[in-house]
């Protein structure tokens, strides 16, 4: 997949780090080379400090793959950015692949060591691609074993996505940003771009939809509708989904999914 595909792409994350993967790739358009080894990006890990705090007491500490095992309850985090397969923005800000989480989570569940599941939150959300397959693992295995959300960050957008089929949710503090439901997607029209270069693209298409909304070209009235129709479908059903797991009624969805962020207790 083009880097161009993964922009325009629908997502469902929080508008400023929407913006900052935007900002990514004009710097890629313009040639930056981003030196990813020499990034200094503060990582934090509390989940690998929660298992020296584990070790130290005595409890029985496990890592398997991508996910640690602390007294048979396998811990997965679902931190940063939130896309199908490792990526470049992963490289550059870290993230999690919902295809790497579908995989442990579903080997969590099957392993008849494990006895509960926590899947550790601090996301802003990510890509819709993806997202809506590992939630439907989850859903697939609920009622298996207790699956518990938490988070002592965010659980945003694509993160709640994946955080509705959890049999409870907690948060570490009134602060904790939860919500953001909703769906972004952007146009980029780099024919400006092109000209500038002397290159000037000419697209051939059979199918009146094929390139409708082409990024050669800028975005007209058909191609903007063809888009927000893709978007109201993906915004029913991520709304769908989170009303069949939360206790939520979905003619009340404008009042929790209309893309707000909720803190704490609100």
């Not at 358009?29 to 990034?39: E, Q």
């Not at 048979?72 to 985090?77: D, E, L, M, Q």
């Not at 691609?129 to 590992?134: K, V």
């Not at 270069?197 to 050669?216: L, P, W």
Request: aromatic residues 10%; glycine residues 8%.
């Amino acid at each position: 997949m083009r880097l161009l595909d993964i922009v325009n792409g629908p997502w469902a994350i929080l508008p400023e780090f929407h913006a900052e993967i935007q900002d990514i790739y004009k710097r890629h358009l313009k040639g930056d080379k981003i030196d990813v080894k020499s990034l200094d990006i503060e990582k934090r890990d509390p989940l690998a400090s929660a298992c020296l705090v584990s070790a130290s007491n005595g409890r029985k500490v496990e890592s398997r793959g991508t996910y640690t095992v602390i007294d048979r309850v396998a811990v997965i985090p679902v931190h940063d950015a939130i896309a199908k397969r490792m990526t470049f923005f992963m490289d550059v800000c870290g993230g999690t692949s919902s295809e790497i989480f579908s995989r442990d989570f579903a080997a969590a569940q099957n392993d008849p060591a494990i006895k509960a599941i926590i899947p550790y939150f601090d996301t802003p959300g990510g890509t819709v691609d993806g997202t809506a397959e590992a939630a439907a693992v989850m859903a697939k295995f609920r009622g298996n074993k207790p699956v518990i959300g938490f988070t002592d960050g965010m659980i945003c957008s694509a993160g709640y996505w994946l955080a509705a089929p959890c049999d409870e949710i907690y948060i570490s503090s009134d602060t904790n940003p939860i919500g953001s439901i909703g769906v972004v997607a952007a146009h980029v029209d780099v024919s400006k771009r092109m000209e500038m270069f002397g290159q000037r693209i000419t697209e051939i298409t059979a199918g009146d939809y094929k390139r409708v909304a082409s990024n050669y070209s800028p975005l007209d009235e058909a191609g903007l509708a063809y888009i927000q129709g893709q978007l109201n479908h993906i915004y029913t059903a991520f709304t769908d989904f989170v009303a069949d797991h939360r206790p939520l009624k979905i003619e009340d969805h404008k009042a929790w999914a209309d893309g707000q962020v909720f803190l704490g207790s609100q």
